[in-house]
């Protein structure tokens, strides 16, 4: 049974950091590009941050770059997505998913955790 799980929300002032991480099982990790992605109230989910195999090239949306990093730990199946100078507009609840394609696109997801909540309010 594939899983990814999803810890490290919470709520968090605005210019505050977070790091998510992302456990996961059921699949070959090492294969498989992982990324976050984001859904706020009202509004379509957007891809934050991908991380491909292989050579571990990454993505960022415009809107976290120079403030966000992405990391996986393939001995620990686990993928991380560090948050710092955190907006309120970084408000959403976060998913992890896992790809064997190479773009950073909700479209080429497959596998999708249930997501963890960020607030992020003064």
């Known amino acids: 049974q594939v899983q990814l799980v999803e810890s490290g929300g919470g709520l968090v002032q605005p210019g505050g950091s977070l790091r998510l991480s992302c456990t996961t099982s059921?699949?070959?990790?090492?294969?498989?590009?992982l990324g976050w992605f984001r859904q706020a109230p009202g509004k379509e989910r957007e891809a934050v941050s991908c991380?491909?195999?292989?050579?571990?090239?990454?993505y960022y949306t415009d809107s976290v770059k120079g403030r966000s990093t992405i990391s996986r730990d393939n001995a620990k199946n686990t993928v991380y997505l560090q948050m710092n100078s955190l907006k309120p507009e970084d408000t959403a609840i976060y998913y992890c998913?896992?790809?064997?394609?190479?773009?950073?696109?909700?479209?080429?997801?497959?596998?999708w955790g249930q997501g963890t909540q960020v607030t992020v309010s003064s």
């Open positions: 059921g699949f070959t990790f090492d294969d498989y590009a």
């Open positions: 998913a896992a790809s064997l394609s190479y773009y950073c696109s909700e479209s080429r997801y497959t596998y």
């Open positions: 991380i491909r195999s292989g050579d571990e090239g990454t």
